[in-house]
């Protein structure tokens, strides 16, 4: 190929700038690689998320402000990500590292969840309502809230009355402390000893139900000159862990001399409160009764004593006690169909995504992996960026909905691990609208639009399995959105 007459002509190869011959392989001074300038982004739920202001920098103050301005304007092209908006004089433009840490969570990819706070509170004081007023309500944050994001919901729950806050590992809570959350914390299971002194540095109680545990636990305190504060978990028929039922005074009488232990509480678990089956709820509650009353006799206090989950606490108040804990409930899920009559909870995820293909596929073509479905014709097939890898169960693929402008859409094809597919019907039949789907249309894949609805609980009917195990799938890898 001949090189054009001109200025490019007296060039050297390796001076030519980008074109036929490709990248030039000098870099310019001050070169800033993608790699570089894109290390270090913001995290996808924490400043810079969906619009979240970005922290400030000493080397460029007003950064956040002139890239919102460029994007305002629609800006296009790589300038709007560059140190300056002209190209330096005898070079190529430079990648600023600031700007592209502004490019939000939801414009890296079309997926995202969104958590109503609102909702959250509204659970809450929905089943503050069921209670006494001077009954607790230990707000159940393990498995980062049930896919919710423990920090936010922590914080949001106590401002709406909740009392206590429940996690199921140390880190769990010592990522509450670091979030600056200072209300009281139970690990509700016995650690490993190992962990003693996280739990004693930030301040975080264990459930206690072996000696040797609570004897350790007890002596590093001693030794820091603190108190070792700890919940007696009591095993009245579950059968997961706890001191048995019946055996909880003699338990106490081979820990209790020791001077730093502190019984803060006495707890159990209801295997079955969920259930319209009665009768192992009715021993479980029997046993726990009488091994707290034991307990008294015996001359220990048990503290705050608590037992209802959500169910119990919507179902059962004679075992309300000191304090219920609020799992499932308080993130708007019914714990079984059996609670649904008895409270109004509101689901606070939702599943969105964007489209980002669409097609007309001719009739008796597959879509997607094994070619399972075979279009009809007069359909258009879209994707979303959403997949197992994302919380989509691909046990759903074929048995679900999108939600596209009110209207529910059919998935189609095997659900991939990072992308699924729908279809849309092209043709108008009663008083259906016909659809036009275009690259960037969101979708609910869980949520509601207008009188179209999707949850976790239609989800989890298809697959044979629990609104819990789905809500706590979908926190891995989308961003979250906080509304």
Not at 388 to 403: E, M
Not at 427 to 456: C, F, H, K, N, S
Request: net charge neutral; hydrophobic share 40%; aromatic share 8%.
């Amino acid at each position: 190929m001949r090189v054009p007459t001109g200025k490019a002509h007296s060039m050297t190869a390796q001076e030519l700038p980008n074109g036929f011959t490709g990248f030039s392989q000098r870099k310019p001074e001050g070169f800033v690689s993608a790699r570089d300038a894109m290390g270090g982004h913001p995290p996808l739920d924490g400043p810079g998320a969906f619009g979240a202001r970005p922290r400030a920098t000493t080397a460029v103050p007003s950064a956040y402000e002139a890239g919102a301005a460029a994007f305002g304007n629609g800006a296009q092209g790589a300038f709007q990500y560059a140190r300056d908006h002209a190209r330096p004089e005898g070079g190529a433009a430079q990648f600023d590292p600031e700007k592209l840490r502004m490019i939000l969570a939801a414009d890296r990819r079309w997926a995202w969840t969104e958590v109503d706070l609102n909702a959250i509170r509204y659970n809450v004081a929905s089943i503050r309502q069921r209670i006494e007023s001077g009954v607790r309500i230990m707000a159940v944050v393990k498995a980062d809230a049930y896919g919710h994001g423990a920090v936010r919901v922590a914080k949001t729950a106590l401002n709406s009355g909740a009392d206590y806050l429940g996690v199921a590992t140390v880190d769990e809570a010592v990522q509450l402390r670091e979030g600056l959350v200072n209300a009281p914390i139970l690990v509700l299971s016995q650690p490993p000893a190992a962990s003693i002194p996280l739990l004693l540095a930030y301040k975080v109680m264990p459930s206690v139900y072996t000696p040797d545990f609570a004897i350790q636990y007890a002596e590093t305190a001693d030794s820091f000159g603190l108190r070792a504060p700890y919940h007696l978990a009591v095993n009245t028929g579950m059968n997961r862990i706890g001191v048995r039922h019946d055996e909880v005074v003699e338990f106490m009488g081979q820990v209790s001399f020791h001077r730093a232990l502190d019984l803060v509480g006495t707890f159990t678990h209801f295997a079955t409160a969920d259930s319209a089956e009665t009768l192992d709820f009715q021993i479980q509650a029997k046993r726990f009764i009488e091994a707290v009353t034991a307990l008294r006799a015996a001359g220990f206090d048990p503290g705050i004593v608590h037992a209802s989950n959500t169910a119990a606490a919507i179902r059962y108040p004679d075992v309300h006690f000191d304090m219920v804990r609020l799992g499932i409930g308080m993130y708007g899920l019914q714990p079984s169909s059996v609670t649904r009559p008895l409270v109004d909870l509101r689901p606070a995820m939702s599943v969105h995504a964007r489209i980002t293909d669409v097609r007309t596929v001719p009739m008796s073509e597959g879509v997607s992996y094994g070619m399972n479905y075979r279009s009809p014709g007069s359909v258009k097939i879209c994707t979303v960026p959403v997949g197992y890898a994302d919380g989509l169960r691909r046990g759903l693929s074929g048995r679900t909905d999108v939600i596209l402008k009110g209207q529910r859409c059919r998935q189609v094809g095997s659900i991939c691990m990072d992308q699924c597919m729908f279809e849309v019907d092209l043709r108008v039949y009663g008083t259906r609208r016909r659809l036009d789907p275009q690259i960037g249309d969101e979708v609910l894949l869980v949520g509601r639009d207008g009188d179209a609805m999707i949850t976790l609980d239609d989800m989890a009917s298809a697959l044979g399995t629990i609104n819990y195990e789905l809500a706590i799938g979908f926190s891995h890898r989308m961003p979250r959105l906080y509304v």
